[in-house]
């Protein structure tokens, strides 16, 4: 189970022409076209590139100051703040601009218009995804190998477990994105439509307060969010110490939510900036 | 390739926006068309008239809510894989990212067509691009942007080609250059449907052509034959001395000061009857003038009926810049 296999199977379910390749090609001439936009948007370019490894730093200090307060539920600074890079990345690069380029695409009626095409609509949405989702998680790979030399964390106990989090959690917040986007009528918009998303993922998912730290029933609501379960699988994955009963219930929240999210755009989804 | 083969097909369709009852507002009220294979089929009617919905629903877009559609006898909406490969569709406006140059576009485009063999810089030429390869679509005016559209629609070869108000924001050079491509694919086999707002566009190029008042079709055929149900003119001024009482009574005469106007079905009757009896009595037409009906005339005259009225003064639109 890795990225690329996946990714691959996506794009060959939609009902296109022509088969797995031609997908692929569609696919990437979408999502070229899609990279050079985003290179010459600088706020997203912001958004996507610094502002997790700013907000990870700044949340550096805060985290140092809970003190024994982590060791006592067995955490470190580092392995609270090396997956919570992930779930910046995540929220930043994928979610929040992810909102945008939808929403933007939709207005412009490029979406529209590539509906017009050959390509499906999952490989529309897939290849207008590509570049944010390709960039987060070589992002993930750069901030996980920083902070674990900065922050001395040993290497990950579980890789598979992390990777399938990164998995879980990128999809995920690539479908709550083109979701929100059903719901935001302008770019303007969209910087607003994915705060609720964000300011919860922030409190509830253990971005910045373990969840160990909360009274036991406010964990178990905050375990159901969409974020929570990817972040307890990267961090499971990283110190190894998810046992199996909270990791098959964080994997089975993480693909809930990945279903639903993902149902939810095929319901939801609008291609046309009229209604 | 058999000749008469129908291409585009619907048979009663409707779409509705919103819910049921005062809510919601019926675009299409149950349009029957029939397209055949090398025609170009104009849809002509004011705005709002459910001249893009309709389209919409022929190019697949979107579900009609009763009714069917055939293109190249699939559903266009349900086997869109089957046939999208075969048809190329210009949307009304945009379609492409502003912050993209026009070789971007056009890279972009033909790699999501994989039938597309054509090389970029011919289908730029063809449009008259190519000098504006480097250029983001942002900087194109109206004109350049259609033209970039209609290129587009083209890559793949379409069989069928939907093109919605192909020369709107163009300038008389581009619009000439523009129903010249389109006559060219026409010649060479493409059936086209398009929608336009310049009925002289529909006149020029339409084998046969529908006129949409409130989501119906409200008449179907050549230009000339829609033209026709519409009488001709005879206009003239009458000397001072000559009263409009001494006119023959057989002509459908209407009288306003000194100006004279018959309106007929029989041109050649009315004036010959008119041209005899200035003869006989010595009488000079002044400022003479025959013509037949345009269709312009025709348009107007069906869409300015009673219930017609949509959002738009129906008067302007057939002439709209």
Same mark, same amino acid.
């Given at each position: 189970m890795t990225t690329t296999n996946d990714a691959r199977t996506t794009a060959t379910t939609g009902r296109g022409s022509g088969g797995g390749r031609a997908a692929a090609t569609r696919i990437a001439a979408l999502g070229r076209a899609e990279l050079t936009l985003l290179l010459r948007n600088k706020t997203m370019l912001f958004t996507a590139l610094l502002l997790p490894a700013l907000v990870t730093f700044g949340m550096r200090g805060v985290v140092g100051q809970m003190g024994d307060g982590l060791g006592d539920v067995g955490l470190t600074v580092g392995t609270v703040l090396v997956p919570a890079s992930v779930g910046f990345v995540l929220l930043f690069a994928v979610y929040s601009n992810l909102v945008g380029t939808y929403v933007v695409r939709r207005e412009e009626l490029v979406l529209k218009r590539l509906r017009t095409g050959s390509a499906t609509d999952t490989e529309i949405l897939v290849a207008a995804a590509l570049p944010s989702v390709v960039i987060s998680v070589v992002q993930c790979a750069v901030l996980l190998a920083c902070g674990a030399l900065v922050l001395d964390l040993e290497a990950p106990r579980r890789p598979d477990l992390l990777l399938l989090g990164l998995l879980l959690g990128t999809v995920t917040m690539a479908? =709550?994105?083109?979701? $929100?986007?059903?719901?935001? %009528? $302008?770019?303007?918009?969209?910087?607003?439509? !994915?705060? !609720?998303?964000? =300011?919860? $993922?922030?409190?509830? %998912?253990?971005?910045?307060?373990? =969840?160990?730290?909360?009274?036991?029933?406010?964990?178990?609501?905050?375990?159901? =969010? !969409?974020?929570?379960?990817?972040?307890?699988?990267?961090?499971?994955g990283w110190t190894g110490s998810l046992g199996g009963a909270d990791m098959l219930k964080a994997l089975a929240v993480s693909v809930g939510w990945t279903a639903l999210s993902v149902y939810a755009v095929r319901r939801w989804f609008r291609w046309d900036p009229r209604r | 390739m058999d000749i008469g083969e129908t291409v585009i097909e619907t048979t009663g369709l409707r779409r509705r926006y919103g819910p049921e009852g005062d809510g919601g507002f019926e675009a299409v009220r149950g349009v029957d068309l029939r397209v055949a294979r090398g025609e170009l089929f104009a849809l002509l009617g004011v705005n709002g008239a459910g001249k893009t919905s309709t389209l919409e629903l022929l190019e697949g877009l979107e579900r009609p809510t009763a009714g069917t559609v055939r293109v190249l006898g699939h559903d266009p909406y349900r086997d869109r894989a089957l046939v999208r490969p075969r048809t190329g569709i210009m949307l009304q406006a945009g379609g492409f990212p502003a912050e993209l140059t026009v070789l971007e576009t056009a890279r972009m485009w033909i790699g999501t067509h994989p039938g597309a063999t054509r090389p970029l810089d011919e289908v730029l030429a063809a449009v008259g691009l190519a000098d504006r390869r480097r250029v983001r679509v942002k900087q194109l005016s109206g004109g350049e942007k259609r033209r970039l559209d209609l290129a587009m629609a083209l890559v793949g070869r379409p069989e069928v080609l939907f093109l919605d108000e192909p020369t709107t924001g163009m300038d008389a050079e581009g619009r000439q250059a523009t129903w010249e491509l389109v006559r060219e694919l026409r010649a060479a086999g493409t059936t086209v449907l398009l929608t336009t707002h310049y009925l002289e566009e529909a006149e020029q190029l339409a084998d046969r052509l529908a006129i949409m008042r409130a989501g119906r079709v409200e008449i179907t055929g050549s230009p000339a034959e829609v033209t026709a149900t519409r009488p001709a003119r005879v206009r003239f001024r009458l000397p001072d001395d000559v009263s409009p009482a001494r006119l023959p009574l057989a002509l459908p005469a209407a009288a306003e000061g000194d100006r004279i106007e018959i309106r007929t079905q029989d041109v050649q009757g009315a004036l010959t009857t008119l041209l005899l009896w200035a003869r006989d009595e010595r009488v000079e037409l002044l400022d003479l003038d025959a013509r037949s009906a345009t269709l312009e005339e025709a348009f107007l005259a069906l869409a300015r009926q009673d219930g017609g009225a949509t959002d738009e003064p129906a008067a302007t639109s057939g002439v709209a810049a």
């Open positions: 479908a =709550l994105a083109a979701f $929100s986007a059903a719901f935001t %009528s $302008s770019a303007e918009a969209a910087q607003l439509t !994915p705060m !609720p998303l964000m =300011l919860v $993922s922030f409190a509830g %998912s253990g971005l910045m307060i373990p =969840l160990e730290l909360f009274p036991d029933r406010i964990a178990d609501i905050c375990r159901l =969010l !969409p974020l929570t379960g990817p972040m307890e699988l990267v961090r499971g | -």
